[in-house]
């Protein structure tokens, strides 16, 4: 039973390059959902994808940031000419429903994005 | 905006003693709430939780308790482990958020032999 898979685990990038993030969710899982974590602080939420729809990206910046879950494949969070600020570390999570209360969401590993 | 918080950012306990780790939360309309374990280098582990309707829940070691009244959570573990040691998070989500969670900012915690 393998959990949710994030790749890279470590990503390195110079200022304005182009950063993708994989995720793919549990098996049997159709929720994704990307949260970013600065360093001594808690998660926070950026964005949440069912397959091929965007339910939620009230928590993804307006610009350079974009999200999806295609119909096949990993979900993949984009970070388009990458700042030193968006060094963080991005943690997917899946779920079997959208309702938190009635699912647990599961995490991943979480992605290391250093931008130098 | 509605937020998390966390009382303590460290916490240091002796092995086999009781941790207590608390949270506030400021969104009165939160009902569901839950406990997460992170450790170094990865993600958050669900260790336990509680919704609006219940004051207290216990799990294996843990027990959760809820005070809406002044909107506070905290956690117990007993007979704290070196295993234990790790960042610890409450989160929750609400009437409306249902799909994300907010998380409070964490407590260290510590065990010391």
């Known amino acids: 039973n393998a959990g949710v898979m994030q790749n890279p685990r470590h990503l390195v990038r110079r200022r304005g390059q182009e950063a993708r993030l994989r995720c793919s969710p549990m098996?049997?899982?159709?929720?994704v959902y990307w949260y970013r974590q600065l360093p001594e602080e808690g998660l926070k939420f950026m964005v949440y994808?069912?397959?091929?729809?965007?339910?939620?990206e009230s928590g993804m910046p307006k610009e350079r940031f974009s999200a999806e879950f295609p119909k096949e494949g990993p979900s993949i969070l984009r970070i388009q000419q990458v700042v030193r600020g968006d060094s963080a570390a991005y943690f997917c999570?899946?779920?079997?429903?959208?309702?938190?209360?009635?699912?647990?969401?599961?995490f991943g590993p979480g992605t290391r994005l250093t931008v130098l | 905006g509605e937020s998390v918080g966390l009382h303590l950012p460290t916490l240091s306990v002796q092995e086999g003693d009781n941790s207590i780790i608390n949270c506030a939360y400021s969104?009165?309309?939160?009902?569901?709430f839950i406990w997460y374990k992170q450790e170094s280098g990865k993600g958050p582990q669900f260790i336990i939780d509680i919704r609006s309707n219940m004051d207290k829940r216990q799990g294996q070691r843990v027990t959760v308790l809820l005070n809406k009244t002044v909107k506070h959570l905290s956690l117990q573990i007993a007979a704290t482990q070196p295993g234990d040691s790790a960042v610890y998070f409450c989160?929750?989500?609400?009437?409306?958020?249902?799909?994300?969670?907010?998380f409070g900012t964490g407590t260290r915690l510590q065990v010391t032999l």
């Open positions: 098996k049997g899982h159709s929720h």
């Open positions: 999570a899946s779920s079997t429903t959208g309702t938190v209360s009635y699912n647990e969401q599961f």
């Open positions: 989160a929750e989500s609400g009437a409306g958020t249902a799909s994300k969670l907010t």
């Open positions: 969104n009165s309309a939160s009902d569901y």
């Open positions: 994808l069912q397959k091929e729809n965007i339910i939620d």
